[in-house]
């Protein structure tokens, strides 16, 4: 059992930057990660996903040169830097766990375990 909760969220005006947190409990090292977001009244999305070892990371076309996952192993935490955000980044933010540790997985329904969530708002 993995407990995830996500940090860092907040309001930001267009162009700025955040960094996400999610610390884990559990065997963290032991599962590939992702970020997932949701804005109201779509569906969720895949972000950013990142093995076990770290050594592949995968993003959505939309994010893709300026956001970035990483994990630290030790410190049992996945964070998500997010550079030039836009209002369209505006959403729900989720950090998941998959078991399969060696895939980075697009689909929110190959993740075992998620945490609750932390808004981010970009303002125009």
């Known amino acids: 059992q993995v407990q995830l909760v996500e940090s860092g969220g907040g309001l930001v005006q267009a162009g700025g930057s955040l960094r996400l947190s999610c610390a884990a409990s559990?065997?963290?090292?032991?599962?590939?990660m992702g970020w997932f977001r949701q804005a109201p009244g779509k569906e969720r999305e895949f972000v950013a996903g990142?093995?076990?070892?770290?050594?592949?990371?995968k993003y959505a076309d939309s994010v893709k040169g300026r956001f970035t996952i990483s994990r630290d192993n030790a410190k049992n935490t996945v964070y998500l830097q997010m550079n030039s955000l836009k209002p369209e980044d505006t959403a729900v933010y989720y950090c998941?766990?998959?078991?399969?540790?060696?895939?980075?997985?697009?689909?929110?329904?190959?993740?075992?375990?998620w945490g609750q969530g932390t808004q981010v708002t970009v303002s125009s």
């Open positions: 990142i093995t076990r070892s770290g050594g592949t990371t």
């Open positions: 559990g065997g963290f090292s032991s599962y590939a």
């Open positions: 998941a766990a998959d078991y399969t540790a060696w895939r980075t997985s697009t689909s929110h329904f190959d993740y075992d375990y």
